[in-house]
Each structure stands twice: as structure tokens, then as C-alpha cells.
């Protein structure tokens, strides 16, 4: 079959300058992908299962679909990819001066011992608890050897097979130096009574936490290369031992993603004022098998606290009076049966909202599955209970912060490492947040957003005023089955962060790679960190790679995508045709509207089309809207500037030989768009899609579902897409089973880079604002990475 779009052919262009490091960097292939870039996903195989954990049965979740993503190409530095037969790792070889970009920051914290004396002397570990300070640079020091080495402990491996297996990999481990247990305590604020001890803390949590078991051995990344490794649920240094050695598997030192700028450093001893905490355990729990383990999380918890069940099923009763009726930890249970509806947000709304405002701190968890590769998935629930529950030190540390400090209100880890980089958007949600905005008296919420993923958190009462103080009925919530995305619950998941942050809290997160906590929320747009040749192989190793268009390849120059109407309407108002420039915007976006609306919203709308209806609205021919309707155009195109890194990208990735096709939603033409494409440097022959010539857009799917079935006439079997609109460029294809690489939109560049909160609401179309930050946008999103 032919392609419905348009091939359109422009001058050759040659790319001078090749990207650097290619000499120095290979391809590492396993069975089902190519490796590791953090922004390319490639969503779960076709036929594969998931399920939430209120809807069995029922398509996964947006987060459950987003947690089998992998990537597609790893580049790996020859100089630091080791495959060892007996590695004897030395300072010199994991510092962050022999390598740069992979060395390990180690948190500057004494021993707990050192540190409650240091507390003691002061007279105030209370004060101290919570101390804030400004995040070290990274350190190419390890960290300080405890006073008393550890002894080696069991070695002997008695119990069997298995047991003999992981005794020779203990001592695989510390003999070459891939296990440091110093280092691995200190960097992790734990103490043990033997090396082996703390060799089996790694390797459970490793399991499904970024925990590195010393600098020369990095855990994500491996999980990230072999894929096979993670849906196994093995740690992924047994799993090098035992058999990825044997193998020609590869692996890399310890890597640090991201650099908190602040850090809190509570205490790792419970505070008298910690102690005195009332504290609640919310759980909800669809799978029984769960009350188990929430019950043996909480075995070492450092207070006893008050545990709030909701159950899915009467028949769980006798079950959870057996797993916390008399638990060592536990003052007080109870249990109420609750219906399906909801999901893990209703429950504890509607039995306990008001019971848990006579608690000072309450954790809300719930069970959680995901069934996708054949075997259950339980990493991302495992990752939030051993951060929310499990961790002694994670959770007195916690504690501490929050009795030293009354401005924290909320608390959980930093989003799961497997997810997506986009995950921390408002994604389809914005309808519903904006319901959730004016419920709450909140004012703008930025597209990416800090919130607790997974609904799994610790909060204050009073941080959750508006939502936790409100008399709620089970009629209040949608009815099963849920949209994987897009519903009051998804929404509200994400307005906690902010809801708190109006309140006057501050959020806390725990970054595990580091076992630091801090306030910065700069981890939700960390995988942009970098620069787009670090990207370029993984880009290249796919046969057709297809492009967005606005913000993609051109942006413009002063951002705002309705700063050409507003200068038309102005022209019209100097006329008299219109009562202000605001006015004539309002009224242009109500005709496509109304077009849309019209249509049943099927297909897309021509601008040729709005422009004939303003026309008729205004009382004019037709022939002088088509001129104002030039005019926009014009005025669009006048502004147009390239992405210049993208643009010589696109013409390079043509000149190697790349099938380019280029997708856009827009009320403009094929030939309007093409002429912008030009504009911007656009070399290449490419195929254009259109969403207003095809009649079907990106941003509902439609024009996915094209895609995706000329790919398969066209026999392509590796695409991927490029672009900037989450929903759009990522989401929806996603959800289709297409590969995709998201950058970030200027707008959510400048929030990144810590800028003003500018152009929102009114002042979107307010000119002096408009010139005042609209080009600084512009020229600060020109490159959609954040840099080195």
C-alpha cells in the first residue's frame, strides 16, 4: 500500500560534523533490545497481562504499562564496560576522576553511634535531626572505613544447593571487590553484624531497588541492559556471578543519575520526639497475600503504630487478625470490608478520613500486582514498601525529620527507577486537575510534578486538608472499570504534592541510589540530564524514525503557540472588527472548537474551515477571512525558528540512510507545514503526516492507529518516534505498542531549570509578558536536553 502522506523532497543536506565518542562506544545486544537510554521506550509486547490491584482482570494501569518499559540501545564506554573473570576492583579504578560522569557520591554522614554522641553533646538532637544543607558535589572518595571491619560471617553455605551457591557468590563478591560492605553501609545508613549479612541486604533489595553493592558494580544498569534479569526478579550482581559472567554479560561502575541540591540529614537514632509520634498504617488490600507482607515490613519498625485495614473481602478477616492481631507492633487494629469502587484512594477516604485527624504522621499503601511477562511483577510495590515500611533506617530517619520539622507534609521515595521519563506529568489528567484546582483553591500546577506514583505515601493530616477532612461517600468515585489514565483518582494521586505545597508543607523524598533524603524535586526530569549525541545511537538503531513538528524540530520564538492570533486580532481591533486582540483569540479558539464539536469530534479541523466560520460569525465575506486567515500564517511563520540541534539531527539521520517521517497535529496544511519545516533548515526528503489532510490526530489515537498499520504494510519493524508532547508523542503511541523518545517542551525546560512560573492563564496572552519571557523560553528550550 502506498503511503497516504505526501514525500516531499529538499535540497541535500550534508551533516559536517560527526557526534562525539562514537569511535569509543559499541552496541550491546541480549535477546530482546539493544540496551539502555533512559528517554527511549519501548512498551510491553502484544498479548502481554497487567492488572491493578482493584480491577483484576482489567487492562494496566497507565503506571503498570509504563513499568514494563525497557529501552532499546545501550551505549557503553569501552574504557569502563567490564565482563571480569576475576576483577580485583582498587580506588583508582572507580573514582570519578578516572571516569567521568560515573563516580559515587557518598553521603557525608557519621556512623550512627558517632552520630548520636555527636547529638548527646549538643543537647538538641531534635534540632539537628532534620538539618538542611546544600548537596556536596560529587566526591571520587569512598567513604570512611568503620572502626571495627566486619567479620565475614557465614561462608558455608549449609541448607542445600542454592544455599552453597550464594556462599561461593558472597565470596565471589568480596574477593573481587564487586561487594564493599563498608562502603555499602556507609552509603546506606544500615549497620550489620556480619560482611554476609550485609551481602544479603543487597541482594533482596536489589531485587527491585537501585541499590549498588559497591562503586564498581552499578545494579540499575544492568537491570536496564538485560531486561530478562528484572522480570526475573534476581539481583543483578548474583545474577553476573552465577551466570552473566559466563555469559559475556556486561556491567559498568556505580553511576550517579542525579545530584540532589538539597539534602536532609536526620538522624539515624529515634529521637525522643520521634518516639512520642501516633502514627496510623493505612493498607488496602485486594491480594491477601499481602497482609503477610506488610505485616513481616513492619517487624523492625522503630515505634509501634495503629494499623487501619481495608479489606476487598470478608474472607481476608481471619487472615489479617492472624498477620496483626498480635504483632509486637501494633497497638490497635482495625478492619472493615470495603466495596470495589474507588480503587485505594476511596477506602481510606471514606472509613478513616476523619480517624486519621487525630494522628500527628499516617503511611497509605496498598497491594499491588502486575502481570505482564508471564510470571507475577511485584518490584514496584516491593521498591514503596521497603521505602514506606521495611527499612529501619529509611523509616527512623524519616520519623526524626518529620518530629524536628513541621513544614514537612509529605514524604515517599523518588518515582520508581523503571518507569518512563515522563512519568511525572500530568499526562491525560488535566481535565480532571483542573476540577481538582478549583476544589482545593490551588493555584497553576506545572506539567511535570512531584507526586507519590503508585498512590504510596506518608503524610501529615493537615497536609491533605481539602481531601482527608471531607465527608466522602463511595458514590463520590468512578465506578470499575477505570481508564488506564485519565480519572478523578489519577488526578488526585497527582494534586497531593501540590496540594501540600500550598498548605505551607514542604515534600520530602528518599533517593535510594544515594540513601539520601532531600526537598529537591529534580528527580522528575533527571533523564533529560545529558547532551543528544549521548542519545544518538540508540536513535540510529532504529530503520524509520519519525519526528513531531512544533517543538520538535521548529519552536517559536517567543513560545506561546497563540502569540500569532493575538497579533492578528490586534490588527482587527485597530479596525474595529473586534473589541480587543484577547477578544479575537478567544473568539478564533471557540470557532475550532465549535468545529471539532460539530464534527463529533472525528477527524481534524483545516484552518481554511475556522477561518470560514469566524467569517460568518463576524458578518464577513468569506473571501476576507481566507486573507485573515493568510495572515496568521504569516504572521506564524514570521516567528518560526529551528531546533537547531534536532533539525541537524533529522538531516543527518537522512543522510545516513534513515526512513524520516514527520508527524504533526495542526490545524495547518500539508503545504503550510512543510513551508515551516523549509523555514527551519529541514533538508531531507521525508514523509508528512498531517493531522487536518490524514483527518486523524495524535492526541486521541487515531492517527496511531494509521501509523501503526503503514508500518506494518510498509514492512518496518523498528520505529521510533521523537517528540515533545507527553500524551501525544509518548503516551499514545506507547499504549499502541510503538517505540518512543520524549524531549522536553521549552516551557518544561525552563520549570526544570528552577526559572519563574511565567505565561500561565492570563498571562499567556498578555503581549508585555509575552516579550518579555517568551523568547528567554524559547532560546533556553532551543536544545531539549537540560545539559551536563
Not at 557525608?108 to 552520630?115: A, C, I, Y
Request: hydrophobic share 40%; charged share 25%; proline share 6%.
Amino acid at each position: 500500500m502506498k503511503p497516504a502522506g505526501k514525500m516531499i523532497s529538499l535540497l541535500p543536506w550534508l551533516f559536517q560534523t560527526q557526534l562525539n565518542g562514537q569511535s569509543r562506544r559499541k552496541r550491546l545486544e541480549t535477546d530482546e533490545f539493544l540496551g539502555l537510554d533512559d528517554n527511549v521506550v519501548v512498551p510491553e509486547k502484544e498479548g502481554a497481562e497487567a492488572r491493578g490491584d482493584e480491577a483484576a482482570g482489567e487492562a494496566p494501569t497507565l503506571e503498570e504499562k509504563s513499568l514494563i518499559t525497557i529501552t532499546e540501545t545501550v551505549i557503553v564506554d569501552e574504557s569502563v564496560a567490564v565482563n571480569d573473570e576475576s576483577l580485583a576492583v582498587n580506588d583508582d579504578a572507580v573514582t570519578a576522576d578516572a571516569r567521568p560522569g560515573f563516580g559515587l557520591t557518598i553521603p557525608e554522614t557519621p556512623p550512627p553511634e558517632e552520630e548520636a554522641e555527636a547529638a548527646d553533646e549538643s543537647g538538641s538532637r531534635a534540632e539537628t535531626s532534620a538539618l538542611v544543607e546544600p548537596a556536596a558535589s560529587p566526591s571520587p572518595e569512598l567513604a570512611s572505613p568503620l572502626e571495627e571491619p566486619l567479620p565475614l560471617g557465614d561462608t558455608q553455605g549449609d541448607g542445600g544447593a542454592h544455599a552453597a551457591m550464594m556462599s561461593q557468590a558472597f565470596m565471589d563478591a568480596v574477593s573481587s571487590g564487586l561487594f564493599d560492605p563498608t562502603w555499602y553501609q556507609a552509603t546506606y545508613g544500615l549497620r550489620f553484624a556480619t560482611q554476609r549479612e550485609a551481602f544479603d541486604d543487597y541482594i533482596r533489595k536489589s531485587q527491585f531497588a537501585p541499590v549498588n553493592p559497591s562503586p564498581g558494580f552499578d545494579s540499575e544498569t544492568y537491570h536496564r541492559m538485560y531486561i530478562d534479569v528484572f522480570h526475573a526478579q534476581q539481583s543483578p550482581l548474583q545474577h553476573y556471578l552465577l551466570h552473566g559472567r559466563s555469559e559475556g554479560r556486561q556491567h559498568v561502575p556505580a553511576t550517579v543519575r542525579w545530584f540532589p541540591r538539597e539534602i536532609v540529614a536526620p538522624g539515624s537514632t529515634l529521637s525522643e520526639a520521634a518516639g512520642e509520634l501516633k502514627v496510623a498504617l493505612c493498607l488496602h488490600v485486594f491480594y491477601p497475600d499481602f497482609l503477610d507482607r506488610f505485616a513481616q515490613a513492619i517487624a523492625r519498625f522503630p515505634v509501634k503504630v495503629d494499623v487501619l485495614l481495608t479489606l476487598a473481602s470478608a474472607d481476608f478477616e481471619a487472615h489479617a487478625q492472624a498477620a496483626f492481631g498480635d504483632h509486637a507492633k501494633v497497638n490497635k487494629l482495625e478492619t472493615r470490608v470495603v466495596p470495589n469502587r474507588g480503587r485505594n484512594f476511596g477506602p481510606v477516604l471514606v472509613e478513616y478520613g476523619d480517624a486519621l485527624q487525630e494522628y500527628d504522621l499516617f503511611c497509605h499503601l496498598h497491594s499491588k500486582k502486575s502481570l505482564y511477562s508471564g510470571k507475577e511483577q511485584t518490584q514496584w510495590a516491593e521498591y514503596l514498601i521497603e521505602y514506606l515500611l521495611r527499612d529501619p533506617s529509611v523509616i527512623t530517619r524519616l520519623l526524626n525529620a518529620f518530629a524536628a520539622d513541621d513544614t514537612l507534609g509529605l514524604y515517599y521515595p523518588t518515582t520508581f527507577w523503571m518507569m518512563p521519563s515522563w512519568v511525572n506529568h500530568q499526562t491525560m489528567n488535566k481535565g480532571f486537575m483542573r476540577e481538582w484546582q478549583q476544589k482545593l483553591g490551588l493555584g497553576h500546577i506545572p506539567e511535570f510534578l512531584s507526586y507519590p506514583a503508585g498512590g504510596m505515601f506518608w503524610s501529615r493530616p493537615g497536609a491533605m486538608k481539602g481531601v482527608l477532612d471531607q465527608s466522602w461517600t463511595y458514590e463520590d468515585f468512578p465506578e470499575e472499570p477505570l481508564p488506564n489514565d485519565n480519572s478523578m483518582l489519577h488526578a488526585l494521586e497527582r494534586v497531593l504534592g501540590p496540594l501540600a505545597e500550598n498548605l505551607g508543607y514542604r515534600q520530602l523524598f528518599f533517593y535510594p541510589p544515594t540513601g539520601q533524603f532531600t526537598t529537591d524535586n529534580g528527580y522528575i526530569t533527571a533523564s533529560y540530564h545529558g547532551r543528544l549525541e549521548q542519545h544518538q545511537a540508540s536513535i540510529q538503531a532504529h530503520a524509520c524514525i519519525s519526528f513531531d513538528v512544533f517543538d520538535t524540530l521548529v519552536r517559536r520564538e517567543y513560545t506561546i503557540p497563540d502569540y500569532a492570533k493575538l497579533k492578528l486580532g490586534k490588527r482587527l481591533a485597530e479596525q474595529g472588527l473586534v473589541s480587543s486582540a484577547q477578544a479575537f483569540v478567544k473568539l478564533r479558539n471557540d470557532a475550532e472548537s465549535t468545529l471539532r464539536k460539530r464534527a463529533n469530534f472525528q477527524g481534524d479541523v483545516r484552518i481554511e474551515a475556522v477561518y470560514d466560520e469566524i467569517a460568518d460569525l463576524l458578518d464577513v465575506s468569506r473571501q476576507e477571512g481566507q486573507l485573515w486567515m493568510d495572515q496568521e500564517y504569516e504572521l506564524d511563520l514570521e516567528m518560526i525558528r529551528p531546533k537547531d540541534e534536532m533539525v541537524e539531527l533529522f538531516n543527518h539521520l537522512s543522510a545516513q540512510g534513515h526512513i524520516l517521517w514527520v508527524i504533526s497535529d495542526s490545524y495547518y496544511n500539508r503545504e503550510q507545514v512543510g513551508l515551516m519545516l523549509r523555514k527551519a533548515g529541514v533538508a531531507a526528503a521525508y514523509r508528512l503526516m498531517v493531522s487536518s489532510e490524514e483527518q486523524a490526530r495524535k492526541d486521541n489515537g487515531t492517527m496511531w492507529h494509521k501509523v501503526k498499520q503503514d508500518l506494518a504494510n510498509e514492512g518496518i519493524t523498528r520505529h521510533l518516534h521523537i517528540g515533545d508532547n507527553v500524551v501525544a508523542d509518548a503516551q499514545m503511541p506507547g499504549d499502541l505498542g510503538l517505540t518512543t523518545f520524549h524531549i522536553l517542551h521549552p516551557m518544561d525546560k525552563w520549570q526544570a531549570l528552577g526559572f519563574p512560573s511565567v505565561l500561565h492563564g492570563a498571562d499567556a496572552l498578555d503581549e508585555m509578558q509575552i516579550l518579555k519571557w517568551g523568547r528567554l523560553i524559547s532560546e533556553v528550550g532551543r536544545n531539549p536536553f537540560i545539559g551536563e
